[in-house]
């Protein structure tokens, strides 16, 4: 089995229903939300690309279902060296979210034990939350019932949020912080660093510390020099 540590460990904070933006995917959102705290809801499966904000909402979903009292497992498969013996050690869980799907795909053992997994939740009546970069059949699944089973469940393609709301949620979170970043910064950005909401947010948070200990603000030149010291080649 795997363990259970302390909710605390396992997931970053901002990774919560209130953190994520949802642009174009309010109904989805709305989707989670209800799969995480409605056991007996139709099981979902949510592609869209990476950077997209699928692991956020699989996250959100085990706190918010471990909010509720269900005993709740997460499994990021990209990461995991013996997939198959990862998925088949999860037991006991209410609440199940299966990321980065599309990394079993050709690998025969571990596609069984995901058709084994699936199987079990369902007589066991659990909650099944599955993520990947594609839908199920196009992953390139090898086994014929997985692709049936997982295509049996409420999909939902994720639209990442295009340049102008990152721009706007991260302007958003910087005046929180009582940070002003002016179109020139933002221009500057956009144009030499990640586009990933995840990682513009962490770097914020970065740049906020860094900001108050030189005791100046967040300007081109202050970006350049600190991501010349933090991320060189950046």
Not at 60 to 74: K, N, S
Not at 81 to 105: P, Q
Not at 187 to 202: E, S, T
Not at 215 to 225: E, S, W
Request: hydrophobic residues 50%; proline residues 5%; glycine residues 8%.
């Amino acid at each position: 089995m795997i363990p259970q540590l302390p909710l605390a460990l396992r997931w970053p904070r901002r990774q919560r229903f209130e953190h994520f933006h949802p642009g174009a995917n309010a109904a989805t959102l709305a989707a989670v939300e209800q799969l995480a705290h409605a056991p007996g809801m139709p099981w979902l499966y949510l592609a869209g690309p990476v950077g997209s904000g699928k692991s956020h909402l699989l996250m959100a979903a085990c706190q918010a279902a471990f909010a509720a009292d269900r005993i709740v497992q997460y499994l990021p498969l990209a990461s995991l060296a013996d997939k198959a013996a990862a998925i088949r050690g999860v037991a006991g869980s209410e609440f199940l979210a299966l990321d980065d799907l599309g990394a079993i795909a050709g690998d025969r053992e571990a596609e069984h034990a995901m058709f084994d997994v699936y199987n079990r939740a369902r007589a066991e009546g659990a909650t099944l939350l599955f993520a990947a970069e594609a839908l199920s059949s196009q992953l390139g699944l090898g086994l014929p019932d997985l692709r049936s089973r997982l295509g049996a469940c409420q999909q939902a393609l994720i639209k990442p949020l295009d340049d102008a709301e990152r721009r706007a949620v991260l302007r958003q979170q910087a005046a929180s912080r009582g940070i002003e970043l002016d179109d020139t910064v933002l221009d500057w950005l956009f144009n030499r660093y990640a586009r990933d909401l995840g990682a513009l947010l962490d770097l914020l948070d970065r740049l906020d510390q860094a900001s108050l200990a030189a005791r100046r603000k967040i300007t081109v030149p202050f970006l350049r020099g600190f991501l010349r010291e933090a991320e060189p080649g950046a």
